[in-house]
């Protein structure tokens, strides 16, 4: 047989083989585009005129239930959500799972990158001495789904006297005193409690969309002995801590559903997506996505855009007094596009409670000496980025002598299954706090009692040991936030203030005592050998010294050790404008029109807990205020 030349030999044999190659690549590629873009599907309406009936800045924990909630209640409306990072498709594998809560903290491909300034103050102990907090990383969730696809889970609402002062604030708040927010907080929830009682059942909702489920896993022996040891030292056992008192010892509820992370694109976005009509149904389709006429239809759905950073405001310059947006500018594909809203329409920024306040800065409303020194023009002089309100978190850690005592919990930890929760009154001198202070129903401490060892939120895996992380949930120092420039793409400068008020400093103390106080007692010192780690010992960072701790050293080590719980809220406060307010009580910005704000940037108080649910509980007000204006407008 001839021999066949070498372009014979590639068309006979290596073509074929390289084709079906290509092919298995190329149905790799599709399978792959197809899952980044099945929560982005709407994309393929994106054509030449972008105008929507309402614009969404910021797919998180508020603009998912946003879009879910206007698209099923605002009759024959199209909406727009813009959201700077990736699809959470793309990341879903990895943030579903539980475990990898604290990683996700640390990824650059869902999170923003802050770090906060660091910061010089005087002295609790010392006033006339000046001391530092340090600078620390800041995460914040850039992704579909914002903060609910890499946060803890922890499903905490606050106290009914935390919304109770949010209405206190003139008559027309009466909107947001508990009864409405609990309404809200019960429409949202869809809690997966077994044999849930008649108690439970007052406090809790079982038809929304918002999953919420017990550990899925067993308390593990060692959190058990925690539970006698709180409940020996007068701390009550509590098994809701969203019900009718928020005092005491007992397991988290999480925002998971059959042991998985259920986010609020996982539930609201994705439910959102799945209405797709046309208006009117018989009029053939418009070519372009926004608004309908001469005989053709719109498109009713919710068009979801990610890495589409908005870069500002759009406002109608022949009419520059009344401040009236009219669109949003954003970054998309390498390039600058604009998107308008139709004439009864709104952009609503939901870019959470670091970029709403930024976003609101580089369109001109904020304070104005910022304003000015970034070359900003200001539309609106307003007190945005003044109030950033977050929780401080310190901890210590207990070694256990049994070899290996914690490994099974790490094991266990990581499917959420033993994080316990101890929540109590912090003593304003710094002293242990005392029965009465464990039965207050308005506790202010959060403690986690966590089988594993964290330091810098980085998980230390080759030791025995577990952390007891505490939180100040009703601080009275405020941060506040500032624009160092115009540019979008920068982040603003973020101060926390933490412990800038002295009793923030002595209460802290007081919970720090009582943990290190709860070690000493057995079971946990005697059954499991527990001992209080010094710095030196294992992360070669400055010890404890012994048993004594006068007040200054416990000052130095609060201000070496905080970080923080990340629930940064307040800095577009809703309030009448003379109290420092930039949105109204129906989360509108002041001096603006078409204008809302709606996320965690809007809390006047920051809740007694965790803040996920308040957001959510927050848009899902909006949802219906935003409803009623749309009704009402011409
Ligand atoms: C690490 C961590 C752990 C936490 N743990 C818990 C917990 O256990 N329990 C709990 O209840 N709460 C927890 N929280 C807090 C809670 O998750 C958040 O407070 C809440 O999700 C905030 O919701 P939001 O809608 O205000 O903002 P976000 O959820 O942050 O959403 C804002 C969205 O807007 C996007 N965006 C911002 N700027 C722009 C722009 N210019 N253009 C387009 N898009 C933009 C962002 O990328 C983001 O997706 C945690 C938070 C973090 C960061």
């Known amino acids: ?77 199209n909406i727009l959500v813009l959201e700077a990072g990736p699809p959470d498709a793309q990341v879903n594998d990895k943030v579903r799972l539980p475990c990898t809560f604290l990683s996700n903290f640390r990824s650059s491909e869902t999170d923003w990158g802050y770090y906060t300034e660091e910061q010089r103050m005087l002295s609790t102990m010392e006033p006339i001495k000046e001391v530092i907090n340090k600078g620390m990383r800041y995460p914040r969730g850039k992704v579909i789904g914002g903060c609910s696809t890499v946060n803890s889970m922890v499903y905490m609402r606050g106290q009914k006297s935390d919304y109770d002062s949010w209405a206190a604030q003139g008559p027309e708040y009466i909107i947001w005193d508990y009864g409405h927010c609990l309404e809200a907080f ?3 929830e869809n809690n997966a409690r077994a044999n849930p009682d008649e108690e439970f059942k007052k406090y809790h909702g079982f038809d929304g969309l918002l999953h919420v489920q017990d550990s899925p896993n067993d308390t593990y022996e060692m959190t058990k002995d925690f539970i006698k040891v709180a409940n020996n030292l007068g701390i009550p056992c509590n098994n809701d801590f969203n019900g009718v008192r928020q005092n005491g010892v007992g397991k988290y509820q999480y925002t998971m559903k059959d042991g998985k992370r259920i986010s609020l694109a996982d539930s609201y976005l994705a439910d959102a997506l799945k209405k797709v009509e046309k208006y009117p149904p018989l009029m053939p389709l418009t070519p372009a996505f926004g608004g309908f006429a001469g005989g053709v239809a719109k498109v009713v759905a919710v068009n979801v855009k990610s890495f589409s950073q908005m870069l500002g405001i759009i406002w109608d310059e022949e009419n520059e007094d009344e401040n009236i947006a009219i669109g949003v500018k954003y970054f998309c594909n390498g390039g600058i596009h604009n998107a308008f809203i139709a004439p009864k329409g709104e952009v609503i920024i939901c870019g959470g409670a670091v970029n709403s306040a930024q976003i609101l800065m580089l369109s001109g409303i904020g304070p104005k000496n910022n304003l000015e020194a970034c070359e900003i023009k200001v539309r609106k002089e307003l007190s945005v980025g003044r109030n950033l309100l977050d929780h401080p ?92 420039n115009s540019n979008p793409f920068m982040q603003p400068k973020i101060f926390l203030n933490f412990y800038e008020k002295p009793e923030d400093m002595y209460r802290m103390i007081s919970s720090l005592k009582l943990l290190r106080e709860m070690l000493k007692q057995p079971p946990l010192s005697t059954v499991w050998g527990v001992k209080e780690l010094g710095f030196n010992d294992e992360f070669g960072k400055w010890c404890i010294v012994g048993d004594e701790m006068s007040d200054e050293d416990w000052e130095r080590y609060i201000r070496e050790k905080t970080s923080s719980s990340f629930h940064t809220c307040g800095t577009v406060k809703m309030a009448p404008e003379s109290q420092g307010g930039c949105v109204n009580h129906r989360l509108q910005v002041y001096g603006t029109k078409n204008l809302r704000v709606v996320d965690a940037s809007i809390f006047p108080i920051i809740p007694n807990g965790n803040i996920n649910a308040p957001v959510a509980m927050v848009a899902w007000r909006a949802s219906k205020l935003i409803e009623e204006d749309y009704k009402n407008k011409f």
């Open 1 to 77: 047989m001839a021999e066949l030349n070498p372009s014979d030999k590639y068309a006979e044999t290596i073509h074929p083989k390289l084709t079906k190659k290509l092919k298995i690549d190329a149905e790799i590629r599709n399978l792959w585009s197809e899952s980044i873009h099945r929560r982005d599907q709407c994309q393929t309406f994106m054509k030449t005129d972008e105008i929507y009936d309402f614009i969404i800045v910021g797919a998180g924990t508020a603009g998912c239930i946003l879009a879910r909630e206007l698209i099923y209640n605002v009759p024959n409306v």
């Open 186 to 188: 019960k429409a949202v």
């Open 393 to 484: 978190l310190c901890h210590i850690t207990g070694k256990v002598s049994i070899p290996n005592g914690t490994n099974d919990a790490l094991i266990h930890s990581w499917c959420c299954g033993i994080k316990l929760g101890i929540h109590y009154k912090g003593n304003v001198e710094g002293k242990i706090p005392s029965k009465d202070e464990f039965l207050d129903e308005r506790p202010d401490f959060q403690t986690y009692v966590n089988a594993f060892v964290f330091e810098y939120n980085i998980i230390q895996s080759n030791i025995s040991a577990f952390t007891l992380a505490t939180v100040l949930n009703c601080p009275s120092s405020v941060g506040h936030l500032e624009l160092c």
